[in-house]
């Protein structure tokens, strides 16, 4: 989790093991549902081992892009309408939410929980919420 000039960006990098596709229907940070329309994503094969970047103004523009570890770009897109995510096994996705309503300036420091629901089950990690320099 980031902050800068009161924008705040939370990111989460997820991976289907499991040998069935899974759809990802809700997001919420500290228990509020982000709005589909400020969550971007990008589903590729594989993994990423390097800490996920702080993108100022996710989702406008060239701000979209990320380095693929295995070459070339990952290119970020929004979520169209109220779909759910389908995430196919094997493979991973990263979500950026944009401005989630449940941090504020005065959280940095502080650890917060993101949960990803599926048809099936939710999924819960915590993180540290940190300013960007």
Request: charged content about 15%; overall charge negative.
């Amino acid at each position: 989790m980031g902050q800068n000039s009161s924008y705040y960006l939370g990111a989460i990098l997820i991976i289907n093991t499991g040998g069935r596709d899974v759809v990802i229907d809700k997001v919420t940070v500290r228990g509020q549902t982000v709005d589909w329309s400020n969550i971007f994503y990008v589903i590729f094969k594989g993994g990423i081992s390097e800490d996920l970047i702080f993108i100022d103004n996710v989702g406008a523009g060239a701000n979209t892009t990320l380095k693929n570890p295995s070459g070339g770009w990952l290119i970020l897109q929004a979520v169209s309408g109220n779909e759910d995510l389908t995430l196919k096994s094997g493979y991973s996705m990263i979500l950026y939410m944009r401005n989630p309503d449940s941090l504020s300036l005065n959280d940095i420091g502080l650890t917060i929980g993101i949960t990803v629901f599926t048809s099936n089950a939710q999924y819960y990690k915590e993180t540290n919420v940190e300013a960007v320099a």
